[in-house]
Each structure stands twice: as structure tokens, then as C-alpha cells.
């Protein structure tokens, strides 16, 4: 168990609905990463946040969007949703933002768009 | 901008003879390099990093990779492998002379040992 957890684990939508995923990191970190992870795309880098504020950007879509809460939590709010979409939704925290820390992942949050 | 290749879908191996798993990057500042591992419906798991010193670096459950920087490659490599070592293993990279966290994925290889 590493500590990182998701919610829901599984989640199942229309196209054009809107849907928000939830991460606690590990007790003590401050960074939380969101990756998505597709068939086609491999693993993507959507976004970091280190102590609530946005700390990198990847290739996340104007149609996503995220935050970090005082209690470090974060969630990822996906709308307008598109079949495309369906994918495996990874969180993964870290204890700050250097660049030698490794990260920790949650069991990952998957979504299917219908 | 950072990006990782893994040139290998998919490696066969038989249980007790070495594997390699390989990873070539490219990185504009000093390279960061992270080997993951998978295992079915689960996240990712930490097997190893080289930051900086040795080329050679021992990681998680008997994994070692060499960091060659003349050939930007970081090679995964187990001298005996195990059935169980089955599963989608993962190259990610961090430019060390940037200021966040963000880590670049390959596009993974799944590692496939048969007894």
C-alpha cells in the first residue's frame, strides 16, 4: 500500500458529463501529481501541486481541471466529457518538489465515458 | 523538453536467465532518471533512481539499471529473473535543472517471464 488513495475507483459516465476524482496523498507530502494513463497515450503528465499552489503543467486539456486544498487533498474535475476520455486516472504524491524525489502512486481512478 | 523512448514492446525471458529492459532519454539539463514497475490493476511502484555518482544503480527486488550518459540510455537489468518479475515496467525521466517535479513516462515495456 503506498499510502495515496483515489476515489472512486471505478466510475462509469455519458459523453458530456462532468465528473470529479479525489486523491489523498500520503500522509506528509505536499506534492500531488495527475497522470492519465490510455491504450494509445501511454502515461501523460497532466499536472502538478505543490502545497496548494500549481506547480507544473502538461498536457491537460482546457476541458480539465484541477486543485489542492489546504488539507493537501486534491481533485481533478473532468467535464464536456468525450468518449476519448476513458482512460486510468493515476494520483501520485511526493514530500515536496525537488527532483530527485520519487513518487508515490495511488491505485488510480478508472474512468469509462459511454 | 524531456522525453523517454522504451524501444521494446514487450521482453520475453526465461525464468533464471538475465533480463534488460531498455530506456534511452533526452533532457535539455542534468537528467534525472526512475525506473516503475506495474502489476495488474495497480499503480505504479518505485524500483530505482540515479540522481547522481555511480553509473551503477541497485534498486528494488535484485533490479540494478546503468546510467550511460554518452549514450543517454538507462537499462533496466536483473541478473536472474522470476516469474514473478512479470509485469509493465515503466522509464521516467526529470530534468534536474528545472524547478518542479514533473516526470516524463516512456511508454512502457511489459516484461513477460516463462518458467
Known amino acids: 500500500d503506498s499510502g495515496v488513495t483515489q476515489t472512486p475507483k471505478h466510475l462509469i459516465t455519458a459523453t458530456g458529463q462532468r465528473v470529479t476524482l479525489r486523491c489523498s496523498p500520503r500522509s506528509g507530502d505536499l506534492s500531488v501529481y495527475w497522470y492519465q494513463q490510455s491504450l494509445d497515450q501511454g502515461l501523460q503528465f497532466l499536472i502538478q501541486y505543490y502545497n496548494g499552489e500549481e506547480r507544473a503543467k502538461g498536457n491537460i486539456l482546457e476541458r480539465f481541471s484541477a486543485q489542492q486544498f489546504p488539507d493537501l487533498h486534491s481533485e481533478l474535475n473532468l467535464s464536456s466529457l468525450e468518449l476519448g476520455d476513458s482512460a486510468l486516472y493515476f494520483c501520485?504524491?511526493?514530500?515536496?518538489?525537488?527532483?530527485?524525489?520519487?513518487?508515490?502512486f495511488g491505485s488510480g481512478t478508472q474512468l469509462s465515458v459511454l | 523538453a524531456q522525453s523517454v523512448a522504451q524501444p521494446e514492446d514487450q521482453v520475453n525471458v526465461a525464468e533464471g536467465n538475465p533480463l534488460t529492459v531498455k530506456c534511452t532519454y533526452s533532457v535539455s539539463g542534468n537528467p534525472y532518471l526512475f525506473w516503475y514497475v506495474q502489476y495488474p490493476n495497480r499503480g505504479l511502484q518505485f524500483l530505482l533512481k540515479y540522481i547522481t555518482g555511480d553509473n551503477l544503480v541497485k534498486g528494488s527486488y535484485g533490479f540494478e539499471a546503468e546510467f550511460n550518459k554518452s549514450q543517454t540510455s538507462f537499462h533496466l537489468k536483473k541478473p536472474s529473473a522470476l516469474v514473478s518479475d512479470s509485469a509493465l515496467y515503466f522509464c521516467?525521466?526529470?530534468?534536474?535543472?528545472?524547478?518542479?517535479?514533473?516526470?516524463?513516462f516512456g511508454q512502457g515495456t511489459t516484461l513477460q517471464v516463462k518458467p
Open positions: 501520485a504524491s511526493s514530500v515536496g518538489h525537488l527532483t530527485n524525489e520519487k513518487l508515490f
Open positions: 521516467a525521466v526529470r530534468d534536474g535543472s528545472s524547478n518542479t517535479g514533473k516526470l516524463i
